[in-house]
Each structure stands twice: as structure tokens, then as C-alpha cells.
């Protein structure tokens, strides 16, 4: 379906809703470098007046990436909640942005409304709001997670410990968790970026982490960042998972760049329930991307218009998000990948893939 939109003496034509989107899109550098920013900022504006008048189902008849090419869409359009999105059928998304800001959106209203809202209607309308509006509506939005403690309670804030080290030194990492503890850090997880993908290093990362969260008796869970598939191999073996990680595209051929698919997904999934490791809840999944993930894994050709797509999968993933962190782990087993963080401050920086090499770790260390 093609758009239109004319200002003064020029008239904007988007050919398609995934132009659409990626025309009405504040200026990145990952959109131009993929080729569909808008050209000026007043095409930028024509494509957000007529992405205000589209219908929300539209969302639901014309898909961003067919459907027979992609496992992403066929997820979201077949979960889709048809009853729960009826009460904002037959809104545009622009009607859907002032609906969003009303009384009327209140946290158990969109509580209901959260399996029926796709990510390409998400993405559309938040296109069309301020920062302040943004704001607002994220404030009225409540996500509660629980694994070996529960994160996500109004008035409350969790933040991730982080002890890394460059040869996964059980020493100094060990200082490291010490060192956040006593600044209060840790809640929502003790997570570890690995230097390296060797089973047998992931391992005593696992253990330590694990010995230090038993022996402090602190309610948090950890998790060391690497490739699935090496710590459904650790499940298999009995070590101490809590959750499972794995970076995560919006799209099947940006998924298969990193070595998973929705399939593999499921069995991480089921793999970490298998452990019984959590205390209040089962929420043991911990996904992260970045922006430009797909453009990085050169996986966005076809695709003229990639826009951010949020996961909207049938189990959740933990909410213990790194909010700055330049260290996001590897797009497959063997490799590791480092970008900017999706933040103003950090949108900038490069974007590079390295091989890795494993380690041994040099030091063993006991806590007493």
C-alpha cells in the first residue's frame, strides 16, 4: 500500500508501511548508513502525519517482513490477542498515541492491551510522541519478573553488578562482586561478560557466582553472558544456570547470524526451567540487542526499512537490563561482538566483531 503526504508544494509518497516507518524515524546513523532515513527533516514530518492517520490493524494486514519469510512475524501475528486488541481496533496509531496519554490508559489497561499491541505498531507510535510522552506512558507501564527474586515493583529500582575481567580471573572477579555488593549493586543480577566461550571457564564462573550468592545468602540470581548453546551444554552437565542469555535480533535472518532461531530459543527456555533454580518465579530468560543489530550482521538487506522490533514471545525474559553497557556478548559461539549501548550518549560509537581466543584462567580462588 503506498502513502502520501504533501507539504507546501511537495508531496511525499512512502511506498509501503516499512518505508513508511523508516521515513518517520528520528535521524539515525545505522538508518543512513542502511539507506532508508528520510532525506530531509520535512519528509521526516510528511511521514509522521501519515503514519498518524494509519489504522492500528493495518499493522496486522500489511507486515513489516512477509510473513512466509520470516519465523519473527509469524510468531507475533500468530500469538497475536485478537480480543484484547478490539477495544483499540479501530483506532489510528496518532488516535492510539493520545488514547496512550489519556486517563483511560491506565496500568491494568494496558496490562490487558500488552499481548494485542504488535512491536510495528509500538515502534509507530512512539515515533509520533515527545520525550515527555514517552515519559508519561512508560510510567503507567508495570513488568514484574520473578526468579530468585522479583524485580519490577513501582517505586523500585534494580541494577545489574557487572564484575568482568579481560582473562575471567576468578580472583578478580571475585573483588569485583565484592566491591558492587558493598555499593549495593547486584539485585537484579550478578551478571558476567566472559573473555572467553570455554565450557570449562563458563563453568567455574557459574560456580563461583553461585558459591558467592549461597554463602552471602544474597536474593539476587546470576548469569554469565555467553552463546546459548554453550550453557545448555552446562544445563545438561547440572551447573548452577539461573538465567539463560543470548543476544537477540527483531528478525529470523538477523537470529541466524548470531547461530539461533526460535526453536533453539524454546529449548534454552525449557532447559532453564529444568534446573528448578527459582525461588519466587520462573522467569530465567535474559535477552539483550542493540541498535543496528541486524544492519551489523549485514542481515537487513530486503528489509528496506528495519525498524527496532521488541521481542513478543510466549515466555518473558528477565527485565534486569543493562541500561549503558558498550560490552553485549557474542553473535555466535567462538566470537564476540561490542557496539553502542542504545542510548543518546553512547549512539555514536562503532560497531566491531573480533574473534576470541580462549584463556585458561590462571588463578583458582575459594571464598572463606
Request: charged share 20%; hydrophobic share 40%.
Amino acid at each position: 500500500m503506498i502513502y502520501r503526504h504533501t507539504i507546501d508544494a511537495n508531496s511525499y509518497v512512502f511506498e509501503d508501511l516499512r518505508d513508511l516507518l523508516a521515513k518517520a524515524t528520528p535521524p539515525r546513523s545505522g538508518d543512513r548508513l542502511a539507506g532508508v532515513a528520510a532525506d530531509s527533516a520535512e519528509e521526516m514530518i510528511a511521514a509522521r502525519i501519515a503514519l498518524a492517520d494509519v489504522p492500528l490493524k493495518q499493522f496486522l494486514q500489511e507486515t513489516v517482513i512477509p510473513y512466509e519469510d520470516d519465523e519473527i512475524t509469524r510468531l507475533i501475528i500468530d500469538t497475536h490477542d485478537a480480543p484484547a486488541f478490539a477495544p483499540v481496533s479501530s483506532l489510528t496509531v496518532g488516535a492510539f498515541r493520545d488514547w496512550l496519554l489519556s486517563d483511560a490508559a491506565t496500568p491494568e489497561a494496558l496490562q490487558k492491551l500488552s499481548r494485542a499491541v504488535t512491536p510495528e505498531m509500538a515502534a509507530a507510535v512512539s515515533k509520533l510522541m515527545r520525550n515527555q510522552d514517552l515519559i508519561a506512558v512508560a510510567k503507567k507501564c508495570e513488568v514484574t519478573t520473578r526468579f530468585r527474586n522479583t524485580i519490577g515493583l513501582r517505586g523500585r529500582m534494580s541494577v545489574r553488578l557487572q564484575p568482568n575481567h579481560p582473562f575471567d580471573d576468578l580472583k578478580g572477579i571475585t573483588a569485583s562482586i565484592l566491591d558492587g555488593l558493598l555499593l549495593g549493586s547486584g539485585d537484579a543480577c550478578i551478571g558476567i561478560n566472559p573473555a572467553s566461550d570455554d565450557p570449562k571457564i563458563i563453568g567455574a564462573l557459574l560456580q563461583l557466582v553461585d558459591d558467592v550468592i549461597a554463602r552471602l545468602q544474597i536474593p539476587t540470581q546470576a548469569c554469565v553472558l555467553t552463546h546459548v548453546t554453550t550453557t545448555l551444554g552446562l544445563i545438561d552437565q547440572g551447573l548452577p544456570v539461573d538465567l539463560v542469555f543470548q543476544s537477540v535480533a527483531g528478525t529470523e535472518e538477523a537470529n541466524r547470524s548470531f547461530g539461533i532461531d526460535l526453536a533453539l530459543l524454546k529449548q534454552a527456555h525449557q532447559g532453564g526451567l529444568s534446573l528448578r533454580r527459582g525461588t519466587v518465579g520462573t522467569n530465567c530468560m535474559y535477552f539483550e540487542t542493540g541498535q543496528g543489530s541486524a544492519l551489523s550482521a549485514g542481515a537487513h538487506h530486503g528489509v528496506r526499512a528495519p525498524s527496532t522490533r521488541y521481542w513478543s514471545i510466549a515466555w518473558s525474559a528477565s527485565s534486569a537490563r543493562n541500561i549503558c553497557s558498550t560490552a553485549r556478548r557474542s553473535s555466535a559461539p567462538g566470537s564476540r561482538i561490542t557496539f553502542a549501548a542504545n542510548c543518546s550518549a553512547c549512539r555514536s560509537a562503532s560497531t566491531s566483531a573480533t574473534p576470541t581466543t580462549p584463556r585458561p584462567t590462571r588463578t583458582t580462588w575459594t571464598i572463606y
